[in-house]
């Protein structure tokens, strides 16, 4: 059975930073996409990056160079660094990884989202923002 598994997930001030983690068991995506989404109550998902195994990684225009996705194959761990957060980052962010994807993965993982065929999500872990 497959799970993903978010941490990392906190309160901070606007401008500050928060590290989120995942890591995957019960199959190896280390080919394939793996990437962030986000949810505020009473909105829809959006994505925010996504990684292919080689480490190419694609981000939503919101992120505006603020946030970083990476990945350890090797632990089969994915990641998102977030720096200059603002108030609009407050979420609850979620996990996502396919193992049908391997290029193209904001699009792709956009796409099977939409549809509710993304191979697995985590729980999510919550992020908020204020002063």
């Known amino acids: 059975q497959v799970q993903l598994q978010e941490s990392g997930g906190g309160s901070v001030q606007p401008g500050g930073s928060l590290r989120l983690s995942c890591v995957a068991s019960?199959?190896?995506?280390?080919?394939?996409?793996m990437g962030w989404f986000r949810q505020v109550p009473g909105k829809a998902r959006e994505a925010v990056a996504a990684i292919q195994g080689d480490g190419t990684a694609t981000y939503a225009d919101f992120v505006e160079g603020r946030f970083t996705v990476s990945r350890d194959n090797a632990k089969n761990e994915v990641y998102l660094e977030m720096n200059s957060l603002k108030s609009d980052d407050t979420a609850k962010y979620f996990c996502?990884?396919?193992?049908?994807?391997?290029?193209?993965?904001?699009?792709?993982?956009?796409?099977?989202?939409?549809?509710?065929?993304?191979?697995?999500w985590g729980q999510g872990t919550l992020v908020s923002v204020s002063s």
């Open positions: 996502v990884a396919d193992r049908f994807s391997a290029l193209y993965c904001l699009v792709r993982l956009t796409a099977l989202a939409g549809r509710n065929n993304l191979d697995a």
């Open positions: 019960g199959y190896n995506y280390s080919r394939h996409c």
